[in-house]
Nanobody, 123 residues
Framework: QLQLVESGGGLVQPGGSLRLSCVASGFNLDLYAIGWYRQAPGKEREEVCGISSTSGSTTYADAVKGRFTISRDNAKNTVYLQMNSLKPDDTAVYYC????????????????WGQGTQVTVSS
Protein backbone atom coordinates (compact mmCIF):
# COMPACT_ATOMS: atom_id res chain seq x y z
CA GLN A 1 0.00 0.00 0.00
CA LEU A 2 1.25 3.50 -0.83
CA GLN A 3 1.85 5.52 2.30
CA LEU A 4 3.88 8.17 4.08
CA VAL A 5 4.94 7.53 7.66
CA GLU A 6 6.08 10.38 9.91
CA SER A 7 8.20 10.10 13.02
CA GLY A 8 10.24 12.27 15.35
CA GLY A 9 7.54 14.25 17.10
CA GLY A 10 7.40 14.70 20.83
CA LEU A 11 7.36 17.12 23.72
CA VAL A 12 10.00 19.85 23.86
CA GLN A 13 10.47 23.07 25.78
CA PRO A 14 10.35 26.45 24.05
CA GLY A 15 13.63 27.12 22.28
CA GLY A 16 14.28 23.44 21.74
CA SER A 17 14.67 21.48 18.53
CA LEU A 18 13.14 18.47 16.85
CA ARG A 19 13.83 16.66 13.62
CA LEU A 20 10.89 15.05 11.87
CA SER A 21 11.23 12.31 9.28
CA CYS A 22 8.83 11.06 6.65
CA VAL A 23 9.45 7.80 4.84
CA ALA A 24 7.58 6.87 1.67
CA SER A 25 6.69 3.28 0.95
CA GLY A 26 5.12 1.82 -2.16
CA PHE A 27 6.34 4.60 -4.45
CA ASN A 28 9.53 6.47 -5.31
CA LEU A 29 9.66 9.77 -3.50
CA ASP A 30 12.11 11.27 -6.00
CA LEU A 31 9.23 11.67 -8.48
CA TYR A 32 7.27 13.92 -6.12
CA ALA A 33 7.35 17.33 -4.61
CA ILE A 34 7.00 16.87 -0.87
CA GLY A 35 6.51 18.97 2.21
CA TRP A 36 4.82 19.44 5.54
CA TYR A 37 1.48 20.72 6.74
CA ARG A 38 0.41 21.21 10.32
CA GLN A 39 -2.83 21.58 12.21
CA ALA A 40 -3.11 23.08 15.66
CA PRO A 41 -6.17 22.70 17.90
CA GLY A 42 -8.90 25.06 16.79
CA LYS A 43 -7.06 26.09 13.63
CA GLU A 44 -7.15 25.14 9.98
CA ARG A 45 -4.52 22.92 8.47
CA GLU A 46 -1.75 25.07 7.02
CA GLU A 47 1.22 24.53 4.76
CA VAL A 48 4.54 24.69 6.59
CA CYS A 49 7.07 24.12 3.83
CA GLY A 50 7.83 22.16 0.69
CA ILE A 51 10.67 21.07 -1.56
CA SER A 52 10.67 20.22 -5.24
CA SER A 53 11.73 16.87 -6.64
CA THR A 54 14.90 17.94 -8.49
CA SER A 55 15.41 21.71 -8.75
CA GLY A 56 16.05 22.42 -5.08
CA SER A 57 13.24 24.94 -4.90
CA THR A 58 11.71 25.39 -1.47
CA THR A 59 8.86 27.28 0.08
CA TYR A 60 8.28 28.19 3.72
CA ALA A 61 5.43 29.73 5.61
CA ASP A 62 6.33 33.11 7.08
CA ALA A 63 5.82 31.78 10.59
CA VAL A 64 8.68 29.29 10.27
CA LYS A 65 11.19 31.05 8.02
CA GLY A 66 14.64 31.09 9.55
CA ARG A 67 13.76 28.39 12.07
CA PHE A 68 12.68 25.36 10.04
CA THR A 69 14.60 23.65 7.25
CA ILE A 70 13.26 21.03 4.89
CA SER A 71 15.51 18.55 3.11
CA ARG A 72 15.17 15.29 1.28
CA ASP A 73 17.21 12.17 0.67
CA ASN A 74 15.79 10.49 -2.39
CA ALA A 75 18.08 7.48 -2.02
CA LYS A 76 16.45 6.80 1.35
CA ASN A 77 12.97 7.78 0.16
CA THR A 78 12.84 10.20 3.07
CA VAL A 79 12.11 13.85 3.73
CA TYR A 80 13.16 15.69 6.88
CA LEU A 81 12.04 18.75 8.76
CA GLN A 82 14.59 20.28 11.10
CA MET A 83 12.79 22.52 13.58
CA ASN A 84 14.83 24.90 15.72
CA SER A 85 13.91 27.64 18.17
CA LEU A 86 10.53 26.06 18.71
CA LYS A 87 7.69 28.14 20.06
CA PRO A 88 4.44 27.15 21.77
CA ASP A 89 2.64 28.31 18.60
CA ASP A 90 4.41 25.51 16.73
CA THR A 91 2.38 22.96 18.68
CA ALA A 92 0.41 20.94 16.15
CA VAL A 93 0.07 17.65 14.40
CA TYR A 94 2.54 17.68 11.52
CA TYR A 95 1.63 15.88 8.32
CA CYS A 96 3.89 14.82 5.49
CA UNK A 97 2.38 15.56 2.08
CA UNK A 98 3.43 14.62 -1.46
CA UNK A 99 2.35 16.10 -4.79
CA UNK A 100 2.84 14.95 -8.35
CA UNK A 101 4.70 18.15 -9.29
CA UNK A 102 6.08 21.32 -7.76
CA UNK A 103 3.30 23.33 -9.36
CA UNK A 104 0.64 21.08 -7.84
CA UNK A 105 2.26 21.31 -4.41
CA UNK A 106 2.25 25.10 -4.57
CA UNK A 107 -1.43 24.92 -5.52
CA UNK A 108 -2.18 22.69 -2.53
CA UNK A 109 -2.99 19.65 -4.65
CA UNK A 110 -1.78 16.79 -2.49
CA UNK A 111 -1.66 13.21 -3.73
CA UNK A 112 -0.53 11.43 -0.54
CA TRP A 113 -0.87 12.31 3.13
CA GLY A 114 0.83 10.84 6.15
CA GLN A 115 -1.03 10.10 9.36
CA GLY A 116 0.73 12.83 11.29
CA THR A 117 3.08 13.14 14.23
CA GLN A 118 2.40 15.26 17.30
CA VAL A 119 4.72 18.12 18.18
CA THR A 120 4.11 19.79 21.52
CA VAL A 121 6.13 22.81 22.63
CA SER A 122 5.50 23.63 26.26
CA SER A 123 7.29 24.36 29.50
Amino acid sequence: QLQLVESGGGLVQPGGSLRLSCVASGFNLDLYAIGWYRQAPGKEREEVCGISSTSGSTTYADAVKGRFTISRDNAKNTVYLQMNSLKPDDTAVYYCAASLSWRLFLEGQIEYWGQGTQVTVSS
